[in-house]
């Protein structure tokens, strides 16, 4: 990693009640979201690499059009090297952002088709949404797969479990590739994970002590959970070495069934986020 940090561009949403975050114009990806409870939800290493075409390690990375190694693209595509543009109009601290990403020479002599894909990211007091659209905009069919690659910050992982993956078929990338079903309840992240959860449909809620986020999504039915452990976190140079003890990731994805996108249609992924803390 270079240690002369170029200035992040970002835009910065924030609501009347006191909720605020941030996204990166590098990636479209968010950065930071404290809900109006104030604590810090997202992960953002700081050891992140912020240089022009490098993957910033934290917050909201967007894969596509290929999720991890599933195609002939550099890790998790290319989306999130690139740097994408505001909407014109949009003002800083308002409830909304918008940011767009077109087809360039430099994408399509990685991918050659023509595109243009929004992220929107909508704050309210207690909830954030991340909508994902992608339109083709060329004269032939494309297909992808695509995550929102959330890493949610945690205080200390030993007291993290994820509820509403019981008995969702998941393939575990560190037992070979192995499809298994899942038995917990309440998923306790302690042991290295890296699993595809297949049409996870229901909410999934993200449990820390008395914290609780519950997550949802539309259009994308696949989750990935994700967390290097501590042997794995050593050997990932943007990462400190304690990192995986504060964060996991909780991917809402689309990657079992390929989205095929004909000529002018478009398709639309969202990973809402709601702060539910003594809501019940
Ligand atoms: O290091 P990256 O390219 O950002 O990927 C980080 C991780 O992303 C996903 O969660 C994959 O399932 C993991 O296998 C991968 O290690």
Known sequence: MNSFQPAPSKSYLATAGGAAAAVLH??????????????????????????????VRGGVPICFPQFSTLGDLPLHGFFRNQIWTPVPGGADGTEIVRLQLRDTDETRALWPHAFQAELQVTVADHSLEIAFSVSNTGAEVFSFT????????VTEIANV???????????????????????????????????????????????????QLRISTQGMPDTVVWNPGPERCATIADLPDDAWRHF??????????????????TWRGVQKMEDIQGDR
């Open 146 to 153: 695509a995550a929102l690659h959330t890493y949610f910050r």
């Open 26 to 55: 590098h990636g479209a990806q968010l950065a930071s979201w404290q809900s109006a409870k104030g604590t810090e939800n997202i992960y953002l290493s700081e050891l992140a690499d912020f240089f022009p075409g490098s993957a």
């Open 248 to 265: 996991v990731c909780i991917e809402a994805a689309a990657i079992d069934a390929p989205i095929s996108l004909a000529p002018g249609a």
């Open 161 to 211: 479990a994820i509820a509403g993956l019981q008995n969702v078929r998941y393939l575990d990338k560190l037992k070979e590739n192995v499809i298994d079903t899942e038995t917990s309840a309440r998923l306790l992240i302690d042991r290295p994970l890296d699993r595809i959860y297949y049409n996870t449909t229901g909410a999934l809620t993200l449990e820390e002590g008395a914290r």
